[in-house]
């Protein structure tokens, strides 16, 4: 079992900062993959940034330049900073994490989101 506990959502107006956190426990060989996806109302969920095990990173285009992904492999942490956002950046947010459990499965899991409201 794995869990993913996601930090740092909350209201800020158009400009402002947020810096979101996830943290994976549980039954956790190798993270391969740490991401962060976005759900805004009637609309489908889409990929954010990602990170793999070798610092590779991917970034929506509509985020490059205003956000950026990091980890911490010690603590099996993801954050996302997020600077000068809009508010069509408003959605629920979901860590993900692509990782081999102790029977060195490959596994999907992710949290259970936090909402990012930008006013305008």
């Known amino acids: 079992q794995v869990q993913l506990v996601e930090s740092g959502g909350g209201l800020v107006q158009t400009g402002g900062a947020l810096r979101l956190s996830c943290a994976a426990s549980?039954?956790?060989?190798?993270?391969?993959?740490m991401g962060w996806y976005r759900q805004a109302p009637g609309k489908q969920r889409e990929l954010v940034a990602r990170?793999?095990?070798?610092?590779?990173?991917n970034y929506a285009d509509s985020v490059k330049g205003r956000f950026t992904i990091s980890k911490n492999n010690a603590e099996n942490t993801v954050y996302l900073q997020m600077n000068s956002l809009k508010p069509e950046d408003t959605a629920v947010y979901y860590c993900?994490?692509?990782?081999?459990?102790?029977?060195?499965?490959?596994?999907?899991?992710w949290g259970q989101g936090t909402q990012v409201t930008v006013s305008s």
């Open positions: 993900n994490a692509v990782l081999l459990d102790y029977t060195r499965v490959q596994r999907n899991y």
């Open positions: 549980g039954n956790i060989f190798r993270i391969n993959i």
């Open positions: 990170i793999t095990d070798d610092y590779s990173t």
